[in-house]
Structure formats: C-alpha cells, structure tokens
C-alpha cells in the first residue's frame, strides 16, 4: 500500500523528536513526516536503527515501509541512537517507548521515566513532553513531579495513539479521532495543532481524562468481543444460529457492525495488557471493576472451549495431530504478542497433541509445535484442523484439497471463516462457533 496523498501542510512545520522506533512510534514519526513536520527518532537498538536510517521499515505493517522510505528520501524523517539528540531542538517530544504489564497488572513506567530523564536536561521548560505510551490515570501528574525532581520544568501532555495493527498507517493518516490532554493549556493547544493536517475531530481535557481515554476504548471493546462469546457459547447450547443472532443486533443503530465476530478470544499487545492495567488503576482508588475482572476470566474461559471443541472432535488429544491454521492474534500482521492462537496451540499440547502450524507471517518458537509452509501442510496427516486466526488466506482455501490430505475429518473453526456448505460438500464435519 503506498502512502496516502499528501494532506495539506501545516501553517507551520515543527521540529520534532519521537522516543522510540517501535510500531507506535515508527508509524506516528512517519505520519508526522508525510503531513510535512520535521522528525528526529531516537532509537536505542543498534540494528533497527541501521535498517532506518537506510530508509527501511523493520516492522511488518501494510504502508509503512513505503511511508518511512518516502520520509528520508524527502530529508524530512531523520532516525539517531541518541534520545538527547533527538530531543535537542525539538518543540515537541512524543515519547512512544513500550509500557510492560507490571505485578498485578500494574503498568510498568520504567522505559518512560528513563526516556524522561534522558531529555530532561535538553528540551525547553515550554517544549512538550508527549506521552503517546499507554499509561494509566493519573501517570501524568507523577511524570511531571518526576520532572520537577530533575529541574526540567517541561509541560506534560498525554496524547494517546488508537492504532490497529494492519490498518495503523491509515489510522495515523486518517485517525477517527486525536485526544489531547494536559494541565497546560497552551501544550495541548500545540499538540493540537500538531494534528490539523489530519482533519480529525479532537478532543481536548485534562491529562487524566485523556488517559482514561485509551483504556476505556480498548475495554469497551474487548468487553464487546466478550460478550459476543458469550452469546455464541449459548446459541449451541439452546439450538441457535450465532451468525443470525448477530446479524439481528448489528442491525440496531445504537449497536452497529463492528466487533461482532465470535472467536477463541482477544488478544494483542494492548486488550489484556490495558483490561488488566485498568482493573488495577481502579483497585488502587478504592474501586472494584466487577464488569472488567468478568471479561478478563470469560475471555480466558474461551480459550478452554475451543480447546475442549478440538479435544471433542479428535476424541482426545494424547498422540493426536492437530493442523493450526494462524498464529498471529489476528489477521495481517506478524504480532503473536497474547495471540489466543498461540495461547490454544500451548494448551493442545500441554494436553498431549502435537501441532503442526501455518502463519502466512507470524512464527513461534514453542515445544511440540511445527511450522510448516502452507495450509495444505498444516492438515497433512492433521486429526482434526482449527483455525485460529482470520487470514483471508484461509477464507479461500479449497476444501477438498484439505480433506484429501487430513487423517481426520473435523473441521473446528474458531474464527467462523470458512464456508460451511464447501467444508461439508469435501466430506469434512465442520465445527464453528455458535452454530
């Protein structure tokens, strides 16, 4: 995918720094690039930054290669080994540094305090600190008092990324939404402004606001996701049709289409990170998330059905052969990070199957897991073949050239991806979710 076509420059390009070339961070310095803003990344890792300052994308996202590429070339998008560097004259710094789930479930600060202290001593007490890591309420107000310790007066504005992986350039180029928030208003006003090019809708508030932003999005749908399970786990038990039961309810205006598929689960690097941040932020103030430590167990409890739906219809897993098809937590991309297929593959074979898996990007380094280089390899020998992630790949999958290699007959498909009539006319049972 090439990059989109230029949006209208800004009244004013900025000089700015972002912390960190990971797949936030990459994709945010590379739109601000296209949109015509000048941008010096920092990043530490040696062979990351040697790919990036030839004008190479380490990271596999559709676009992205291509954007980064023309940023260089355009003498607009520069990449250093050094955050101090990065941020030296910069009149914002976006700091996109990774924030790991900690004990309990806490967020880890450490890579943003560190990226923090770094430039503390180089930017400008007006220049804006920009914390586009997920974080959770409150982690603004401790960042600036961190700051203060240092004599870096800086504002600190949170302005969250919303980025879905296998669409991010286009989420970057063309976000729904920018949420900025801060105490001071003329950092936020900035940063704001920073976005005009986009011509998103901003929201603009305090930093704990746009904090609580991020979170309550990324629960609202996983707990979605959740409830479709739910839905489709009674709709076997009671004789109905998941699929027109969906249907009926995406047809209400107050719900609408999306996130309305049932599946193995969520999974990625921010759903159960940032559910789980969120029951802990909340515990820490004294209140108890019932609604959200409901979706985190029912979210695990779908694993174990697809699971036990697999171990049904080899008739046991001891010495069997299961074909998984996906590694990936969902299709286009390479992203195994909480990947429920990974999570399902870890369970069939601690229960004694042997895995035979095919990812069109993903790869894993896991006991009793072989992968294997296409689909039709995956179901050979295969006693029973699941499918774990949503490639479009699978969807256009002959059957019959699957049936003819499988050992087996049964089809579990946990993504409800294939067409049921096709997988039954090549003589294979075939098992979805709520069907």
Request: aromatic content about 4%; hydrophobic content about 50%; some cysteine.
């Amino acid at each position: 995918m090439a990059p989109a076509p230029d949006h209208a420059a800004p009244a004013a390009p900025r000089r700015l720094a972002v912390l960190g070339a990971g797949y936030v961070g990459l994709t945010t310095a590379a739109g601000f690039a296209h949109a015509g803003h000048r941008v010096r990344v920092g990043e530490a890792d040696a062979r990351r930054l040697a790919a990036l300052q030839a004008g190479e994308s380490p990271i596999t996202e559709p676009g992205l290669a291509a954007l980064v590429a023309a940023g260089v070339a355009a003498g607009r998008l520069e990449f250093c080994a050094d955050n101090a560097a990065a941020a030296a004259d910069a009149e914002a710094v976006f700091v996109a540094v990774p924030t790991p789930e900690g004990a309990g479930g806490r967020v880890d600060l450490s890579f943003v305090m560190a990226a923090l202290a770094a430039v503390a001593a180089v930017v400008g007490p007006s220049t804006p600190l920009v914390i586009k890591s997920s974080v959770p309420p409150g982690t603004a107000a401790r960042l600036t008092a961190f700051l203060r310790e240092l004599g870096c007066a800086a504002p600190v504005v949170v302005n969250p990324e919303f980025l879905q992986e296998g669409r991010a350039v286009q989420d970057v180029l063309h976000p729904y939404r920018v949420v900025v928030g801060s105490d001071d208003r003329d950092a936020a006003a900035l940063v704001a402004g920073l976005h005009e090019p986009f011509g998103a809708p901003v929201v603009i508030g305090g930093a704990a606001s746009a904090e609580l932003a991020k979170y309550a999005a990324n629960a609202y749908l996983a707990t979605r996701l959740t409830f479709v399970n739910a839905i489709a786990h009674l709709a076997e038990a009671v004789g109905a049709d998941a699929g027109d039961v969906l249907v009926a309810l995406s047809l209400d205006p107050r719900v609408g289409p999306h996130y309305l598929r049932p599946g193995p689960g969520y999974g990625g690097s921010c759903f159960p990170k940032d559910v789980r941040a969120l029951v802990a932020a909340a515990g820490d103030h004294g209140h108890d998330l019932k609604l959200l430590r409901a979706v985190v167990e029912t979210n695990d409890d779908q694993l174990d059905r697809v699971a036990a739906k697999v171990r049904t219809a080899a008739g046991g897993l001891q010495g069997k052969v299961v074909g998984l098809l996906g590694l990936a937590f969902k299709g286009g991309t390479a992203d195994t990070r909480s990947s429920p297929a990974v999570a399902l593959a870890e369970r069939l074979t601690a229960a004694g199957a042997s895995v035979q898996a095919y990812d069109p990007a993903a790869r894993v380094d896991l006991p009793g897991v072989v992968l294997v280089p296409d689909a039709v390899a995956a179901a050979a020998g295969a006693d029973v073949l699941l499918v774990a992630t949503e490639w479009e790949e699978f969807a256009a999958l002959e059957p019959a050239a699957l049936a003819a290699v499988m050992r087996g007959r049964a089809v579990v498909d946990a993504r409800n991806l294939l067409d049921r009539d096709a997988v039954e006319a090549a003589g294979l049972e075939y098992r979805g979710l709520g069907r």
